[in-house]
């Protein structure tokens, strides 16, 4: 069966620190892969999607960078962090046959 | 452009009481998925269903059952006999076969609070 997991679970930083949140997927192969951010307020925000390895998309241009360096690795980055990058992150995964996606259980991210 | 809207901010219901969660949806396309998630206190988003634009058939799994309406755009969510467990931010979300990569659209989410 399939799993996807994420770490850290939650992350104190401060402002201008980096940042980097993983997410790993097991049990398919070649997955598309997202990253979302949930503020305060619950709504998702889509950040990055991959359709592969290398290969990112992204949907709103920011402080963040996204990368790909494994199938089944999804990477979300800063160089420097903001105020505003605090919020609930969420990596995602669908695969071949299905249109739904499946969520990893989050980063909840604070920047001080 | 696909779009998503529910219109319930917050429910707060007593355990055993059924109640409805609304979802109006807006597409072009004529081939569409729905589908709603559950987010417990603890954050991850676990998925409930999803229905095609193709079969309007309704479902129904336990205290769970969804309302398939393409004629009105909706896809409501009625949980019967609602208990504790149940407290949870529900989304209703919608994803185009046009769009690659099958992006989803989400609504904002219902906040729904039973009480014991």
């Known amino acids: 069966s399939q799993t996807i997991h994420q770490w850290p679970a939650t992350l104190v930083q401060p402002v201008g620190s980096p940042l980097s949140l993983e997410c790993t997927v097991e049990?398919?192969?070649?997955?598309?892969l997202y990253w979302y951010r949930q503020a305060a307020g619950r709504g998702l925000q889509l950040l990055f999607y991959?359709?592969?390895?290398?290969?990112i998309s992204s949907e709103v241009p920011q402080n963040l960078s996204a990368s790909r360096p494994q199938d089944r690795q999804f990477i979300l980055s800063s160089k420097k962090l903001l105020l505003s990058d605090s919020g609930f992150y969420l990596c995602a995964w669908k695969g071949d046959g299905h249109n739904e996606q499946f969520f990893g259980p989050g980063t909840r991210l604070t920047v001080l | 452009a696909q779009k998503v809207t529910q219109v319930q901010t917050e429910i707060s219901v007593v355990e055993k009481e059924d109640v409805t969660l609304d979802c109006v949806y807006e597409?072009?396309?004529?081939?569409?998925?729905l589908f709603w998630y559950k987010q417990p206190p603890s954050g991850e988003l676990v998925f409930l269903i999803r229905?095609?634009?193709?079969?309007?058939q309704n479902e129904i799994s336990g205290r769970y059952s969804w309302n398939f309406q393409k004629s009105t755009s909706s896809f409501n969510f009625t949980i019967t006999a609602s208990q504790v467990v149940d407290s949870a931010v529900y989304f209703c979300a919608l994803s185009e076969a046009s769009r690659g990569s099958y992006i989803p659209t989400f609504g904002r989410g219902t906040s729904l609070i039973v009480h014991p």
């Open positions: 991959s359709v592969g390895i290398g290969q």
């Open positions: 229905r095609n634009s193709f079969d309007e």
């Open positions: 597409t072009r396309d004529t081939t569409y998925y």
């Open positions: 049990g398919t192969s070649n997955p598309n």
